[in-house]
């Protein structure tokens, strides 16, 4: 274990990354999740389908090919910039990409969600005269955030794991499993120890996440 | 709440005509989404682009990635014999050998996992819990070193360090044993999940026939268990197939790295982008058909089920009469 904690500092750089893709891609994948979700339970026919069409398109393109399109594709070959060093650079395209992928999977389980909520809370909400947006707003997003913070949990642990990807080439962000792969290649630390290292490192990563999510559903579940 | 109807009235003509409106607008919001894409790859838009509305810019740019010639490799029966097909073959062999594998590491691990003994107990679950806890690619990636961590082992246990070339990992290897590991563990929360749904009479009613803990297991529980649970096997079997893709990061000839070397070789990494994630896509929906369309036929199946309890001597001796008489 001697030679890699001598290395410490570049294990430590490596999940500063893993951890910024992470958090930076939970906000947005939220974010895209929830529109998304709201579109595809809206009135209007058109928004039902484009949602339908991305959900299904991109959840079933593999994760290293939505991530190469983002970094050989928009970056390389349309010149799109997004910060002037390469390295942040990058890492914002790693985000596009992560929380484009992401946000399907979220959509997908807050649908789930709105599935389970009794019919009575829509026709409720609709006797009381609420708009569409009202009825999603106040009554049934919150309840089905509430129902499905479990599998949420389940998607955040998931986007933590795929920021691997992101050291695809074309895009190549310094986190923490390029790292690791540097170390092997460079020889600058034994295999075993390393690998041992940067698993536990990920491991304080996710299971903490697990088990904070799994305490959360417990208490926010709603009482039928 | 299935029905989406119900979050909405059924509109009036104020409604229709505001529905109509945003309609119009999706509509508008879609085209100029998709025009970016267009012009953006046409390379029209940017420094030193022609003005946005002149037909310079809208026409098919021969340097840009819509020209015909970028998409001519792909009517060239050569490409898909030397490329596609050798590429989509490596990723049905690595998918397929991960697929068998995973399945045998999730059923032994998924059982151990239930062991009435601690020893096995424990370290299976840990075992299992540590591969589904780490990134895929990260196994993938220890994999690939796995002949240099051997050598750096070996002379601390007073072994001599291998001859070069007697142990190598090959890029389809790595794969496989990543892919294994971690799908492997997935799938054994799923079979343990699935055995331990099984209803407790039907294990207590094989104990009392006579049978022991093995044939309880291999006859009653995990036919049982492997039916309720075929949708998330399916499912699980879509996303490994997908995960070959990871693959290209260490350079293994399969699907995405045949059109990235198509990408590379004619200049058109965008049209190559999009046939790839066609066929990858057209895979991965028809699966996932598969998986709905099992659980479909197992929801009719368990209704039927449910009739059947009514007689349940017949059944019993019908199937039970079976490993009975082979032991």
């Known amino acids: 274990m001697e030679a890699f904690f001598t290395n410490i500092d570049k294990v430590i750089d490596g999940f500063s990354w893993t951890v910024r893709l992470a958090l930076f891609s939970a906000l947005f994948s939220f974010i895209l999740g929830v529109i998304l979700t709201a579109m595809r339970v809206s009135p209007i026919g058109l928004l039902r389908g484009v949602s339908t069409v991305y959900v299904e398109t991109v959840r079933n393109s593999p994760l290293t090919l939505v991530l190469l ?44 969600g709105i599935n389970t909520i009794p019919v009575g809370q829509a026709e409720a909400a609709r006797s009381l005269g609420l708009t569409f947006t009202q009825i999603l707003r106040l009554i049934i997003i919150p309840q089905a955030l509430r129902t499905v913070i479990g599998p949420l949990g389940s998607v955040l642990i998931a986007l933590i794991k795929n920021t691997t990807v992101a050291s695809v080439a074309g895009l190549g962000v310094q986190e923490a499993s390029r790292q690791m792969k540097l170390m092997f290649d460079q020889g600058i630390a034994p295999v075993l120890p390393t690998f041992v290292g940067f698993a536990i490192g990920f491991l304080v990563l996710t299971l903490p996440v697990g088990y904070f999510f799994s305490w959360l559903s417990k208490r926010m579940a709603v009482v039928r | 709440m299935s029905a989406q109807q119900v979050l909405f009235d059924i509109p009036g003509p104020k409604a229709r005509i505001r529905h109509a409106v945003y309609t119009v607008l999706t509509l508008v919001g879609f085209f100029v989404v998709l025009a970016i894409i267009y012009l953006g790859f046409n390379r029209s838009l940017g420094e030193g682009a022609p003005p946005l509305f002149s037909a310079e810019a809208w026409a098919v740019n021969p340097n840009g990635q819509w020209a015909a010639v970028r998409w ?27 697929a068998v594998l995973a399945l045998v590491f999730g059923l032994v691990f998924g059982i151990a996992r239930l062991s009435d003994h601690a020893w096995i107990r424990i370290p299976a679950g840990a075992v299992v819990e540590f591969f589904r ?186 199937t039970f009469g079976a490993p009975g008489s082979t032991t």
């Not at chain 2, 014999?81 to 050998?97: F, H």
């Open chain 1, 69 to 112: 399109f983002c970094g050989l594709g928009l970056n390389s070959a349309l010149g799109l910039s997004l910060a002037d060093s390469v390295a942040w650079d990058v890492f914002w395209w790693a985000v596009i990409g992560l929380s484009a992928y992401t946000a399907c999977f979220v959509s997908e389980t807050l649908r789930s």
């Open chain 2, 72 to 98: 001519q490799p792909f009517i060239d029966p050569a490409t898909w014999t030397d490329y596609v097909i050798p590429g989509l073959l490596n990723t049905l062999t690595a998918a397929l050998w991960a």
């Open chain 2, 133 to 318: 806890g780490i990134p895929l690619l990260m196994l993938i990636f220890f994999a690939m070193a796995l002949p240099l961590a051997v050598n750096q082992v070996r002379p601390l246990l007073g072994l001599p360090p291998l001859q070069p070339g007697t142990f190598q990992v090959s890029a389809l290897a790595a794969v496989v044993i990543g892919l294994t590991l971690y799908n492997g563990s997935v799938l054994a929360e799923v079979f343990r999940a699935g055995i331990n749904a099984v209803p407790k009479g039907q294990s207590e009613a094989a104990y009392s026939l006579g049978m022991n803990k093995v044939q309880v297991m291999w006859w009653i529980l995990i036919p049982q268990a492997v039916r309720s649970m075929m949708p998330a096997i399916v499912a699980q079997l879509v996303i490994l197939l997908k995960d070959t893709a990871l693959g290209y990061i260490i350079a293994f000839p399969e699907l995405l790295r045949s059109f990235s070397l198509i990408g590379t070789r004619y200049g058109n990494v965008i049209p190559a982008a999009l046939i790839c994630a066609v066929i990858y896509i057209a895979i991965n929906i028809s699966l996932s058909r598969l998986a709905i369309w099992l659980e479909k036929r197992n929801a009719r199946s368990s209704k039927g089920g449910t009739k059947g309890t009514a007689l349940p001597t017949t059944a019993a001796s019908g």
